[in-house]
């Protein structure tokens, strides 16, 4: 599954299928609440070998590596930014594991988790390095592209693409942020909007831009604000609602039909990617491949 | 324009050197430190609070506001202990066991300050006695609960079942905010408040303070 072929793909169509989340499938397993998920690589690989399989099952075409927060800055929090290189090797083979050449191994990196200076204290510099290594363990151990997801400042986005531009240059780079409805229209709570979000990733080097970890309702509407202003192929992997506590469990509520009945929609907006993220499971994998399948 | 509404725009603004000199002016014209301290600073965050929650400004102004009110409360506090104004009451907040993130947290503890509350801000990764200890120790009357992840969306149950457990159901009042976090959920919990972001926490903590 070479990185031309990906970008091939996701240019001319059909429309790809992307996986549904990682964290919430990990914790069913019993992953402990609080630790990083990442260390799941080293300790329980097989986990992410089994959850890969099943939205390989499920019908996905692109596997999103269980590295969202594999930066030395939330690593370092729990004592593991010095096995950065073997977490991301690890991700991506266990993933590799399950799909083979079936589908596209997509890394996964996140916000560093901490504001940028001058309003926060993450020095740009740092951050930067930061992504860069991480994107350089993903490219060294295999993975066919880079997903820079969750980003809700911009300026830690374009950091974050152009380093990992710089650090896998073959690799293609997918670029979402986390957008909600406001009276006046799409934004991150940073502030940035599809708009600004379209123009400056593409800018920076993306080759696909989007949003991600949203409400469902929002996605087509961003869709159509990204195709007002860029080119590139766009990406969404909404969540399947906010999650409510039934019987002492968490539960998402957005069903795998609500989810797939937006397909049409999101299609003709002009989606290329299309995936789920937090609370989404196999099962609605399967109904987003169904309703894809069926509008050819 | 008079000196406090003057005081309040600026701070609006995230203006922090007009903001250090519209204070020192203030205090140099006589007006009352409790006065500067509401007027100026507590209404221009308010306004702040308001429109954020309106999503009509975003997380950077709300940060540089706060950075601001912090300068001028540098100016200010030394003339406030005299002057003996009153606190709004007191807040203990935290995002719970097992979460580390506290962008949130930090954002209702900038806004709460901002309307004259004294909060005891526990940090992160937080377990429930902790909250217990600290609401008691401190005599403060609402806890507020951060939670980014899902997965510790319930050790937010805990500490409401401790404040029952320990018999102060009804004195010191809970309530919960964070991204997943919805009102269903704060029902389901049994928690007093939710917060949908940092300015509606804000209004809760005063509503339930009142009602106390």
Same mark, same amino acid.
């Given at each position: 599954?070479s990185?031309?072929?990906?970008?091939?793909?996701?240019q001319?169509?059909?429309?790809?299928?992307?996986d549904?989340?990682?964290? =919430?499938?990990l914790?069913?397993?019993?992953?402990?609440t609080?630790?990083a998920?990442?260390?799941?690589?080293?300790?329980?690989?097989?986990?992410?070998?089994?959850?890969?399989?099943?939205?390989l099952?499920?019908?996905?075409?692109?596997?999103?590596?269980?590295?969202f927060?594999a930066?030395?800055?939330?690593?370092g929090?729990?004592?593991?930014?010095?096995?950065?290189?073997?977490?991301?090797?690890a991700?991506?083979e266990?993933?590799?594991?399950?799909?083979?050449?079936?589908?596209?191994? !997509?890394?996964?990196?996140?916000?560093?988790?901490?504001?940028?200076?001058?309003?926060?204290?993450?020095?740009?510099?740092?951050?930067?390095?930061?992504?860069?290594?991480?994107? !350089?363990?993903?490219a060294?151990?295999?993975?066919d592209l880079?997903?820079?997801?969750?980003? =809700?400042?911009?300026?830690?986005?374009?950091?974050?693409v152009?380093?990992?531009?710089?650090?896998?240059?073959?690799?293609?780079v997918?670029?979402?942020? !986390?957008?909600e409805?406001?009276?006046?229209?799409?934004?991150?709570v940073?502030?940035?909007s599809p708009?600004?979000?379209a123009v400056?990733l593409?800018?920076?080097?993306a080759d696909?831009?989007?949003a991600?970890c949203?409400?469902?309702?929002?996605?087509a509407?961003?869709?159509r604000?990204?195709?007002?202003h860029c080119?590139?192929?766009?990406?969404?992997?909404?969540?399947a609602?906010l999650?409510?506590?039934?019987?002492?469990?968490?539960?998402?509520?957005?069903?795998?039909?609500?989810m797939a009945?937006?397909?049409p929609?999101?299609?003709?907006?002009?989606?290329?990617?299309?995936?789920?993220?937090?609370? =989404?499971?196999?099962?609605?994998?399967?109904a987003l491949?169904r309703?894809?399948?069926?509008?050819? | 324009?008079?000196?406090?509404?003057?005081?309040?725009e600026?701070?609006?603004? %995230?203006?922090?050197?007009?903001v250090?000199?519209?204070?020192?002016a203030?205090?140099a014209?006589?007006?009352?430190?409790?006065?500067?301290?509401? &007027?100026?600073f507590?209404?221009?965050?308010?306004?702040?609070?308001?429109e954020?929650? +309106?999503?009509?400004?975003?997380?950077?102004?709300?940060?540089?506001?706060? @950075?601001?009110?912090?300068?001028?409360?540098?100016?200010?506090?030394?003339?406030?202990?005299?002057?003996g104004a009153?606190?709004?009451? +007191?807040?203990?907040? %935290?995002?719970?066991?097992?979460?580390?993130?506290?962008?949130?947290?930090?954002?209702?503890?900038?806004?709460?300050?901002?309307a004259?509350?004294?909060?005891i801000?526990?940090?992160?990764?937080v377990?429930?006695a @902790?909250?217990?200890?600290?609401?008691?120790s401190?005599?403060?009357?609402?806890?507020?609960? &951060?939670?980014?992840?899902?997965?510790?969306?319930? @050790?937010?149950?805990?500490?409401? &079942?401790?404040?029952?457990?320990r018999?102060l159901?009804g004195?010191?009042?809970?309530?919960?905010?964070?991204?997943?976090?919805?009102q269903?959920?704060?029902?389901?919990i049994?928690?007093?408040?939710?917060g949908?972001?940092?300015?509606?926490?804000v209004? +809760?903590?005063?509503?339930?303070?009142e009602?106390?």
């Open positions: 599954m990185a031309e072929r990906f970008l091939d793909r996701i001319r169509g059909p429309a790809l299928l992307g549904g989340a990682w964290g =919430t499938m914790f069913t397993r019993g992953l402990p609080g630790d998920p990442e260390r799941v690589c080293l300790e329980r690989p097989e986990l992410l070998t089994e959850i890969a399989g099943l939205y099952e499920a019908g996905a075409e692109v596997v999103t590596t269980n590295t927060g930066n030395p800055e939330r690593l929090l729990h004592g593991l930014a010095g096995q950065l290189e073997e977490i991301c090797q991700a991506v266990a993933v590799r594991r399950a799909v083979g050449e079936r589908a596209w191994v !997509s890394g996964s990196i996140g916000p560093a988790g901490q504001l940028l200076a001058p309003l926060g204290k993450l020095d740009p510099a740092a951050a930067s390095a930061g992504f860069a290594r991480q994107a !350089s363990a993903l060294a151990a295999g993975a880079l997903c820079v997801e969750t980003m =809700t400042d911009l300026a830690e986005a374009e950091l974050a152009r380093a990992a531009r710089a650090a896998a240059p073959g690799l293609p997918v670029a979402t942020m !986390s957008f409805a406001t009276r006046r229209g799409f934004f991150t940073m502030g940035a708009k600004q979000a400056r593409a800018a920076a080097g696909a831009v989007g991600n949203g409400d469902g309702d929002t996605m509407g961003i869709v604000e990204f195709r007002a080119g590139l192929p766009i990406a969404v992997r909404p969540n609602g999650p409510r506590l039934v019987d002492g469990a968490l539960v998402h509520p957005e069903t795998p039909e609500a009945a937006r397909v929609e999101l299609l003709e907006a002009g989606v290329n990617l299309l995936g789920g993220c937090c609370g =989404t499971t196999p099962e609605h994998i399967r491949r309703a894809l399948d069926a509008l050819g | 324009m008079d000196l406090l509404k003057e005081l309040a600026n701070l609006r603004l %995230g203006e922090d050197e007009a250090r000199a519209g204070t020192q203030a205090l014209a006589g007006l009352a430190p409790g006065d500067i301290l509401r &007027s100026g507590l209404a221009g965050m308010a306004v702040v609070g308001e954020f929650g +309106r999503r009509e400004i975003f997380l950077p102004d709300v940060l540089l506001a706060a @950075r601001a009110m912090q300068a001028g409360m540098e100016i200010l506090r030394p003339h406030l202990a005299r002057d009153p606190e709004a009451g +007191r807040v203990v907040l %935290g995002t719970v066991q097992g979460d580390l993130h506290d962008i949130g947290k930090n954002l209702v503890g900038i806004l709460l300050r901002g004259g509350y004294e909060v801000d526990l940090g992160t990764d377990p429930a @902790r909250f217990l200890e600290a609401a008691e401190s005599g403060a009357r609402v806890i507020g609960l &951060s939670a980014l992840l899902t997965t510790t969306m319930p @050790r937010m149950a805990e500490v409401v &079942s401790l404040v029952r457990e018999g159901a004195q010191v009042k809970v309530i919960v905010g964070g991204a997943p976090v919805t269903g959920f704060a029902d389901e049994g928690a007093d408040g939710w949908f972001d940092a300015e509606s926490a209004r +809760r903590v005063k509503a339930l303070a009602n106390s």
